[in-house]
């Protein structure tokens, strides 16, 4: 729903997937980037505006007019870009994504633009600020439980901190999420602190309040329309970013 007079829907800017796509007789890359997506945010009463990768040059000026900055999910950060040696099943770069969403989140934290860092999106916030990743799961918590892969998201209990932004939003204690990931954070990155764990110790969530509101979320909450909560909550901030940009410029 959009509001309308003094108080207009806030702008969030969603980061996109550049693919191979077919449709008719065109066989060609496009950007892309599920529904679900789409549907948080406008359920939630803001407008979503697709970011697809594109001259990182340009990352500042594309985000100047946006009230609030989704960092989706998708392929795998490349490992160069934290130091780390590509393990096998690490997914092949995309260069020009990783580029692109660093710079994008980059400007964000110099306009202190609110952030939902979504599965992908947290672990490139976290490689943003110097933290690292382990890049096969299975490999080094011994579990499958976060993807089971042909596209079927699993369902797992986190623990949400108490006293942290997330708890603000969620509640503290424990939340049933949609996981479908290989990956996951290690070292965390600079200034983000945890703000949810699984039982076998893996971050699922940090906050940064320092630089602005920064949420970064390990599942796909876009995946359970039930629960807009933190769409709800990044709208919600969005709007106090937009109304603050307002009185600054008078």
């Known amino acids: 729903m959009v509001s309308s007079g003094s108080d207009p ?25 599920p529904e ?43 490992p160069e870009l934290y130091g780390a040696q590509r393990h096998p099943l690490t997914d092949p770069a995309r260069v ?76 503290a204690g424990d939340v049933r999420v949609h996981s479908y990931h290989h990956q996951g954070i290690d070292r965390l990155g600079e200034g983000l602190v945890a703000a949810a764990r699984s039982d076998d110790g893996l971050v699922q969530a940090f906050v940064d309040t320092s630089a602005g509101r920064i949420v970064g979320i390990q599942w796909h909450p876009e995946e359970n329309a039930e629960d807009r909560r933190l769409f709800t909550d990044l709208v919600s901030q969005a709007r106090a970013f937009a109304a603050q940009r307002k009185e600054d410029a008078r």
Not at 122 to 131: E, I, M, P, T
């Open 9 to 33: 829907a806030p702008l969030i800017g969603v980061t996109t997937y550049l693919e191979r796509a077919q449709q008719g007789v065109w066989d060609v890359r496009a950007a892309f980037l």
């Open 36 to 78: 679900q997506y789409l549907n948080g945010v406008t359920a939630s009463g803001g407008i979503a505006l697709l970011l697809p990768p594109q001259d990182p040059e340009s990352a500042d000026a594309a985000i100047a007019g946006m009230d609030g900055l989704i960092l989706s999910g998708g392929a795998d950060v490349a």
């Open 96 to 171: 020009d994504r990783d580029a692109w969403e660093l710079a994008l989140f980059r400007a964000a934290e110099r306009r202190r633009i609110p952030v939902l860092a979504i599965c992908r999106g947290l672990q490139l916030v976290n490689v943003a600020r110097g933290g690292t990743l382990q890049q096969h799961l299975p490999e080094s918590l011994g579990t499958e439980r976060y993807r089971l892969g042909g596209g079927v998201f699993a369902e797992n209990d986190i623990e949400v901190s108490d006293e942290t932004a997330l708890a603000e939003v969620l509640g």
